[in-house]
Each structure stands twice: as structure tokens, then as C-alpha cells.
């Protein structure tokens, strides 16, 4: 069992930054890729950014590629996403997910059904 406590998020004007943890605890880290998911009002959850087990290999939606960056510190057991140029549309719910990884899968995993466990999500509110 892998538990992930997330923590960052907040309320940011357009154009700033946030950087959003994920700490895990449990299992070792190392062989977990990550994913960061998001949930905006009224829609579907949605892919942001995944990284391998290794972090040797990255993931990103089209509208946060160039803005977001995914990283993980396996000797803090924590994933972060770097959040810069931020704009309206990224107000969301953000969750980060762990997906077990044998070690000859290097992938980042980008679609929430191949995740085995979630984060308490985060709320980020970009404003005007």
C-alpha cells in the first residue's frame, strides 16, 4: 500500500507560479512512476504531466508543455510539479498518482486507469 500526501496549491494571479508536492509513503518510491491529473468544475479529470520510475523519461499535455515541469526526489519520496506561467484555465483540483513500475517499463504513464493509487487532490485557483 502506497499512501500520497499532497501538498502546495493555493491562489495565484495569472502569469504566476506554484509548485505542488506529493510525498509517498509505504512502499519504495523508486519503483513507482508518477502522474499529475487535474479536475476542473464541471469536467472530466484530465491528464497534466507523468513521469517514469526512473524520471529518466516525461509526459505532458499539449497545454501545460513548456509551462510545467514533473520531477521526483526518490531519497525524499516525493514527486512535484513546477507550475510557471500559470493561466486561468489551470484552475483545477490537481491530484498526483503512483503507478507500480516493473523496472523494464521505462514509461510515463499518462492514462489515470493504469494508476494504483491517488493523492487527496489540491485545489489551484488562478486569478485575473
Known amino acids: 500500500q502506497v499512501q500520497l500526501v499532497q501538498s502546495g496549491g493555493g491562489l495565484v494571479q495569472a502569469g504566476g507560479s506554484l509548485r505542488l508536492s506529493c510525498e509517498a509513503s509505504g512502499r519504495t518510491f523508486n519503483n513507482y512512476a508518477m502522474g499529475w491529473f487535474r479536475q476542473a468544475p464541471g469536467k472530466e479529470r484530465e491528464f497534466v504531466a507523468a513521469?517514469?520510475?526512473?524520471?529518466?523519461?516525461?509526459k505532458y499535455a499539449d497545454s501545460v508543455k513548456g509551462r510545467f515541469t514533473i520531477s521526483k526526489d526518490n531519497a525524499k519520496n516525493t514527486a512535484y510539479l513546477q507550475m510557471n506561467s500559470l493561466k486561468l484555465e489551470d484552475t483545477a483540483e490537481y491530484y498526483c498518482?503512483?503507478?507500480?513500475?516493473?523496472?523494464?517499463?521505462?514509461?510515463?504513464?499518462?492514462?489515470?486507469?493504469?494508476?494504483?493509487?491517488w493523492g487527496q487532490g489540491t485545489q489551484v485557483t488562478v486569478s485575473s
Open positions: 498518482a503512483a503507478k507500480f513500475a516493473y523496472i523494464g517499463d521505462s514509461r510515463p504513464v499518462f492514462q489515470e486507469g493504469e494508476y494504483d493509487y
Open positions: 513521469i517514469s520510475w526512473s524520471g529518466g523519461s516525461t
